[in-house]
């Protein structure tokens, strides 16, 4: 089939690249005539693993085509709406970017086109786009407009296309419907084309839903918002975890246990980030305001998310006392790993926090720091952990890295200047670093006892750092039996 993507952000240019993937002739459109060039030039706008590769290739086989939004509309019969709806003040989604896309369309298409809402949109949006293209459609133009909510996930957004959990189509007519059961075939049918695993998963058959069009945009809504709901749960239980000496790995263990609950969705941390779920959460709030329905719920989702930064500083505080002055590592820039993207990264936020404190940053991050360097000048960006460990007070881990769950602690034990871990993804084994001499606090977990010498002083909650009342003897002045 004919298809134009419009956009070519990391939802459009994903699936541009993934339908043409799948045999598709695509029209990959964009705005920005900067962004157009280097595609057509091979360079990808964001890191995505796997793209890279998908991109080129049917680039090169003549499936995958870079254009503008005119061309791409007059052209493509199915075309997919792919751009931004970023946040305004309010917290609803602006959706400026998706009202010209239509009036484009209106203005310029001939004939029939189904337009694909997959950009994350309000309920009733495909409604007043329906409308939108009524009214100002002067060429004739038969169409029909379907929801097609995306659950791409960044870092694994290719997989996740080829092998989805679900393709939910929110159409009003059978035609509609039709179009978009042939487009998903290859991958409703048979993961064969699928072009990164050598074995893929074992087959199933990908749940179809096909629904109305406000009942799809609400999958979408609904589900980033339950997603992150989970994440403030298990943070809660957390706290609760580490407020009664209880360990929360095993917590949550128990209960994602619980089929109907599962393990997914419930690693506490430093709260959720990226360019989704902040943003969707507000928005669907504000949508409840306006339908009428008391969403506080998901409120106090979103508050308990914003107290994991100042959550995570007081624990850096608690250990380190006074932050002006001292060097702290900073592993992990990125909302999370295998992406470059700095959108709302709660290590961003942190990093700000500790910067305002007056402490001294060396940061690694290994595809995110070009982004973050962009947001956050006055730190020093570092080429590796080690690097940035270096005369370190302490290393503090902001997104979970592989490559940060097991380095070279004996190396680093002689490069930084106090062997202290603070974990905020909960990534390091607590023993492993005890045996290098590391002290490791992490989230909702009991502390392994600490080194001898840290040992001489506890810090009370009330009064800070205080000295044991009989201190325990280091090793080295221990009497002789
Ligand atoms: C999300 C949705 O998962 C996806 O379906 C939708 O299409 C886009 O938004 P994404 O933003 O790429 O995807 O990231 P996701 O993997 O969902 O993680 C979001 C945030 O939650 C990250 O900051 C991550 O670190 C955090 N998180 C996730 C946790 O803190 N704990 C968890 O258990 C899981």
Not at 82 to 93: I, K, N, R, Y
Not at 134 to 152: C, Q
Not at 304 to 315: G, M, S, T
């Amino acid at each position: 089939m004919q298809i134009s993507v419009i956009g070519a952000g990391y939802v459009g240019l994903t699936t541009a690249a993934c339908l043409a993937e799948i045999g598709h002739q695509v029209l990959c459109a964009d705005n920005d005539l900067d962004k157009l060039k280097k595609l057509n030039s091979g360079l990808l706008p964001f890191f995505e693993p796997h793209l890279d590769s998908l991109v080129k290739n049917n680039a090169a086989s003549g499936r995958l085509q870079f254009t503008s939004p005119t061309e791409a509309i007059e052209r493509g019969s199915a075309i997919f709406i792919c751009v931004g709806t970023p946040p305004l003040e309010s917290g609803e989604a602006d959706l400026s970017a998706i009202e010209s896309v239509a009036r484009t369309i209106a203005s310029t298409a001939r004939g029939y086109r189904l337009v694909i809402e997959k950009s994350t949109v309000p309920v009733q949006t495909a409604k007043r786009l329906w409308k939108h293209l009524a009214i100002y459609n002067v060429n004739g133009l038969d169409f029909d407009v379907v929801s097609n909510p995306e659950f791409l996930r960044e870092g694994s957004a290719v997989g996740d296309f080829f092998h989805p959990d679900r393709i939910v189509i929110g159409a009003e007519s059978p035609r509609a419907v039709a179009m978009m059961k042939e487009i998903y075939a290859p991958v409703l049918t048979s993961p064969a084309a699928c072009p990164i695993h050598s074995h893929c998963p074992p087959v199933h058959e990908v749940p179809l839903i096909v629904t109305d069009t406000n009942s799809a945009e609400l999958v979408k809504h609904a589900s980033n918002s339950f997603l992150a709901m989970k994440i403030s749960f298990i943070n809660l239980v957390a706290d609760a975890c580490e407020a009664a000496g209880a360990d929360i790995a095993k917590v949550a263990e128990g209960i994602g246990s619980d089929q109907r609950i599962g393990q997914s969705f419930l690693n506490p941390g430093i709260g959720f980030g990226g360019f989704c779920f902040p943003k969707d959460l507000q928005a669907f709030v504000r949508i409840g305001e306006k339908l009428g329905c008391d969403f506080s719920l998901l409120k106090e989702v979103e508050n308990i998310n914003l107290r994991r930064v100042e959550q995570f500083v007081a624990k850096v505080r608690k250990e380190l006392w006074v932050l002006r002055g001292k060097t702290l590592a900073i592993w992990g820039l990125a909302f999370k790993p295998e992406t470059d993207d700095v959108r709302f990264a709660p290590a961003l936020n942190i990093a700000r926090r500790l910067l305002a404190e007056g402490a001294r940053i060396r940061a690694y991050d290994p595809q995110a720091m070009q982004k973050a360097k962009d947001e956050l000048p006055g730190i020093t960006y570092c080429l590796s952990p080690n690097e940035a460990a270096h005369r370190a007070d302490a290393i503090l881990i902001l997104t979970e890295w592989a490559e940060f769950r097991r380095p070279d602690w004996a190396e680093l034990a002689k490069t930084v200047a106090h062997p202290l871990v603070i974990d905020g993804r909960n990534l390091c084994a607590s023993e492993e670093l005890a045996a290098h001499g590391f002290q490791y606090v992490c989230i909702g977990r009991p502390q392994l006892a600490l080194p001898t010498a840290a040992k001489e002083f506890e810090v009370s909650p009330l009064l800070g750092l205080a000295p044991l009342a009989s201190p325990p003897l280091s090793a080295s002045a221990r009497p002789l039996p």
